[in-house]
């Protein structure tokens, strides 16, 4: 995705280094984003009174939080005074092409363009866009920056992100996009509006994490398969370990529901096998296990086999029979 220019640069279509975004070697093509759901696009326009410095959006899929993000941007900067938004004037032409000189986008392929043409660490990629939050936007709208699966930053770079949302910007307003707001830091949502998509269905969980999710499912049932599966090297990473997590989050709400209309997820109907006791043990460890992920010493297959056995109770000890 294409980044804008920093104060100083010579063309909107380059990152804040000034290296042109469109250039960067293995980038994917970018898909058409879905359209922005009425209601949602409805929400955004009554927070253009008064916008957030911090917007968080969970839910939906990823495509869902990138488009109603990029409406957000279009809102606050459109130039057509009968109606923001449009789709029609330059600056939301631009921030459709990604070409708009106050938009930011921060994502996998920035830390990986900042490394591999600059050497620069994350948290060094962070600090470069520190001297452009710290000036007025170009036009007359607000400079938007928006982090694409802020779940997946590193916790050195979150907590940077923190320190800078802690003080007033401005003219600039952040976005953070996640599946869930509990997967972000608990302080970043603090200082954060918070809108709900709607949410996707729950019967399909993110790539990769469902096939372990059902692997670990059936670990709870049978006992069997899990601990073969966490024990090659580099089998399950950060970024994975949070989408199975995602996973059996929706699940267990789906499960506390008791819709009982057949329309349950196929993990919601395997979750409720567990009982009351058990949903609610498995909300708490899932609790304990996003906590753990946010450390950044902490192995995520370590996390995902506590998480493996910590759901499965206890035999209570066995009573001594009086003499």
Not at 47 to 57: E, G, K, S, V
Not at 227 to 235: C, H, N, P, V
Not at 241 to 265: N, P, Y
Request: aromatic fraction near 4%; hydrophobic fraction near 40%.
């Amino acid at each position: 995705m294409q980044k804008t220019a920093a104060p100083g640069t010579a063309s909107p279509a380059k990152t804040p280094s000034g290296k042109g975004a469109q250039t960067a070697p293995d980038r994917p093509p970018r898909t058409p984003l879905p359209a922005v759901a009425g209601q949602v696009r409805e929400r955004l326009r009554a927070l253009c009174a008064r916008p957030p410095q911090t917007l968080c959006m969970e839910g939906g899929t990823a495509p869902d939080r990138e488009a109603a993000a990029m409406a957000w941007a279009k809102l606050l900067n459109c130039v057509d005074p009968a109606e923001k938004g449009c789709g029609q004037c330059s600056a939301c032409r631009q921030i459709d092409e990604r070409a708009f000189r106050d938009l930011i986008v921060v994502d996998k392929a920035y830390f990986e363009e900042a490394k591999q043409q600059e050497s620069l660490s994350g948290t060094d990629a962070m600090r470069r866009l520190l001297p452009v939050w710290g000036q007025p936007p170009h036009g007359a709208g607000s400079r938007v920056t928006i982090f694409i699966e802020a779940q997946d930053l590193h916790p050195a770079v979150a907590n940077l992100l923190l320190k800078t949302l802690e003080e007033p910007r401005p003219g600039n307003v952040f976005v953070l996009l996640t599946p869930q707001r509990e997967r972000l830091l608990q302080t970043l949502v603090s200082r954060s509006f918070v809108l709900t998509l709607p949410w996707p269905r729950p019967d399909a969980p993110e790539p990769g994490a469902a096939e372990w999710i059902d692997a670990l499912l059936t670990f709870w049932d049978t006992g069997q398969g899990w601990f073969e599966r966490t024990g090659s090297k580099g089998a399950a990473d950060r970024g994975l370990a949070l989408r199975i997590l995602s996973g059996l989050s929706q699940g267990l709400a789906c499960a506390l529901a008791q819709r009982g209309d057949g329309q349950e997820s196929p993990v919601a109907r395997r979750l409720a096998r567990l009982g009351p006791a058990g949903l609610r043990r498995l909300d708490l460890v899932l609790a304990q296990a996003q906590e753990a992920l946010t450390m950044p010493t902490a192995p995520a297959a370590l996390v995902l086999d506590w998480l493996a056995t910590a759901v499965i109770p206890k035999p209570a000890p066995a009573q001594k029979r009086p003499r």
